[in-house]
DNA sequence: AATAAATTTAACCAAGTGGTCAAAAAAATA
DNA sequence: TATTTTTTTGACCACTTGGTTAAATTTATT
C-alpha cells in the first residue's frame, strides 16, 4: 500500500487521470485541481504550467508504454517462447491501460516534436535483439521470411488496436452477436500468439 | 475538377483540416476561419455552432472509414479474393487519409456518447456476410479455426496500426535501421494478405 | 515560544474562447 | 432603378482559460 497523501502524488495522480481520458487540450487545470482535491494555484506552485505538468505525465506514458519492448527479449530463450512472453506482457499492460494508446499517438499526431525531445536511444535498443534473432530463425528455415518492421507492426497492430477501439466495437458486437468484448479482450494473449505462430512457422515433414 | 469556391463547402474543407489536425478541444473557430479566408462569423452563419460544425465532419469521416466494410465483401468471389480486395481498398483509404483513424478513434475515447447516435446499423450488416462465409471456410476445412470477431480485429490491427503510428516509428525506423517509413507503408498491402494468408491457410497434402 | 521557511489559499488578471448582432455589402427581385 | 433579400463583416460580449501574487496558514528551526 502505498502512501499517496503528499501533495505532489496526489496531483500526478489526477493529472494522469484527466490528461488521458481529455487530452492536453481538452484537459482544464481546474478540472485536475478538483480531482486532486487542492487548490489551483497549488499546481504552478508544484509543476510551473500545464505543459510542464503534461510533460512529465506524457513521458511516463512513454515509458509504460515501450517498457515491455526491451525485456522480453533479453533473455536467452527459443524465439517463439520471446514472443509469447512479449504478448502477455503487452497485454497486462493494455489491460491496466486500456486508454493509453489513443492518448498517446493522439497526442503524436497534434505534436510530433514532443516525441523527439524524449526519445531515448535505449528504448528500442534491445529491438535489434530481436530483429538478429528474426533473422537468424528465417536463415535456419524455420519460419517464413519477413522483414522485421512488418513483423513488429503486424504484432503491434494486434495487440494495440482491439483496445482503441472497444469503445466503438463494444457496443456493435454486442448487438451483433451478443459476445461480451471483454471476453474477446482475455482471449487476445492466445489467438495473437496461435495467429503469428501459424503466419510464421514452417512445418517440418 | 470539382469547383470549390462557394463558402459552404470551403468552410468544410477547412474545418475538416484542423478538426482532423488539432481535435474537437484543440481546434479554434478563427483557426478554421482563417485557414477558410472567411470571416469567423460567417462560419455561426452556415453552421449555428463549433459542435454542429463538428458533428457534420465527424459523422463524414466515420463514413469514409467504414466505406469499404461492405463494399469488399458483397460480391460473389473466393474469399481470399475479398479478403485481398478488401485491405487493398482500405490502405487506400488510409494512405490518402492517415491522420483519420487516430483523430477518429481519439474522439470517441473522449466522447463515447457522440457515437451512439450516428452509428447505422446497415455499416456492419455487410458484416455478417463476411462472418459467414469465413465459417463456411472453416467448416469445410480449407481454413484454420478462428473467431470472427478476432480476425477482424487482427486484420484491422494491422492495416490500421501502422499509420497511426507513423509519427513514431519514422524517425525510429530511420535512425535504427534506415527505411523510409512510406516504403513500409506501399509494402503493406502485399504483406498484410501474405501474412493473413499463412495464418489462415490449411495446406491440402 | 519566537522566528523563519515552506505550503496553501483566495482574489485577481490578461488573453483568449465561442457566440451574437446590427450594420454594410452584394445579389436577387420588382 | 428601386427595393427587398441574402451574404459578409467588424465590433462586441459574457465567460473560461492558464497563470500570478500577496496574504494566510502550516511546518520546521532556533
Redesign the pocket.
Known amino acids: 500500500m502505498v502512501k499517496i497523501d ?3 502524488e496526489k496531483i500526478l495522480e489526477a493529472a494522469r487521470k484527466v490528461f488521458i481520458r481529455e487530452g492536453l487540450a481538452g ?5 485536475i ?1 478538483d480531482e486532486a ?10 509543476f ?6 503534461f510533460d512529465r505525465i506524457f513521458i511516463e506514458v512513454f515509458r509504460t508504454i515501450s517498457i515491455g519492448m526491451g525485456s522480453s527479449f533479453s533473455e536467452d530463450k527459443p524465439f517463439f517462447e520471446k514472443i509469447k512472453k512479449f504478448i502477455d506482457l503487452y497485454i497486462d499492460v493494455l489491460t491496466k491501460n486500456p486508454y493509453l494508446p489513443i492518448f498517446f499517438l493522439s497526442e503524436i499526431q497534434h505534436n510530433p516534436e514532443r516525441l523527439q525531445n524524449i526519445i531515448e536511444k535505449d528504448i528500442f535498443k534491445n529491438v535489434s535483439g530481436i530483429i538478429t534473432q528474426l533473422m537468424m530463425e528465417i536463415n535456419a528455415g524455420r519460419i517464413r521470411p519477413i522483414s522485421p518492421p512488418h513483423l513488429i507492426l503486424n504484432l503491434m497492430g494486434m495487440l494495440v488496436l482491439p483496445f482503441a477501439v472497444k469503445p466503438m466495437m463494444a457496443p456493435i458486437l454486442k448487438r451483433q452477436l451478443d459476445v461480451d468484448y471483454n471476453d474477446i479482450l482475455n482471449e487476445r494473449k492466445e489467438i495473437v500468439y496461435n495467429f503469428l505462430y501459424n503466419a510464421l512457422k514452417i512445418d517440418e515433414k
Open positions: 503528499n501533495p505532489e484537459a482544464r487545470m481546474q478540472q485541481a482535491g487542492i487548490n489551483k494555484s497549488l499546481l504552478h506552485y508544484y510551473r504550467s500545464k505543459d510542464k505538468l
